[in-house]
């Protein structure tokens, strides 16, 4: 008959006391070569264990961790709106100072403006949407043009 070999790996579980004070016991599971499941073998006293199966005897809890679920943040569009009075070169600038757009792509998205009434600057979170939205319109209101910029939900 050959020699046979078990693994064996280390195991905790918590335990309260019955003055609900915890208690880590501390135990081996082994598995035999050709066993499929694993079968747990504390290291306990014999009158522990018949303590532990007693009424009113200290219970064992599984302590589990839970990662919370971080929801993505609502997006906002900030546009700008058309009017016969702000300069397309102002609008331009704003573009290029709030938004970070280079010079094509400002004047892209201003000629839109200028045809369709309305056009994207750019999709941010609700604070940062908001901050550009009041510095182009401060901005706009301190150069005396009536450019209006605001904020939709995406």
Request: aromatic share 6%.
């Amino acid at each position: 008959m050959g020699a046979t070999s078990e693994d064996t790996t280390d195991v905790a579980a918590m335990t309260f006391t019955s003055d609900n004070n915890p208690a880590v016991v501390v135990g081996s599971a082994r598995r035999a070569p050709g066993e499929g499941g694993v079968r747990s073998v504390p290291h306990m006293a014999e009158d522990d264990r018949k303590r532990r199966n007693a009424p009113g005897a200290p219970g064992t809890a599984v302590i589990t961790k839970t990662k919370p679920q971080t929801k993505r943040p609502s997006m906002y569009r900030v546009l700008i709106l058309n009017d016969d009075y702000t300069p397309m070169e102002f609008v331009v600038h704003v573009l290029e100072r709030f938004f970070g757009k280079d010079h094509e792509a400002a004047t892209r998205i201003m000629l839109h403006v200028h045809h369709h009434g309305i056009g994207e600057c750019g999709i941010y979170t609700y604070e940062v949407a908001e901050t550009k939205v009041t510095q182009v319109m401060d901005f706009a209101r301190k150069h005396q043009h009536p450019l209006q910029c605001v904020m939709e939900k995406k």
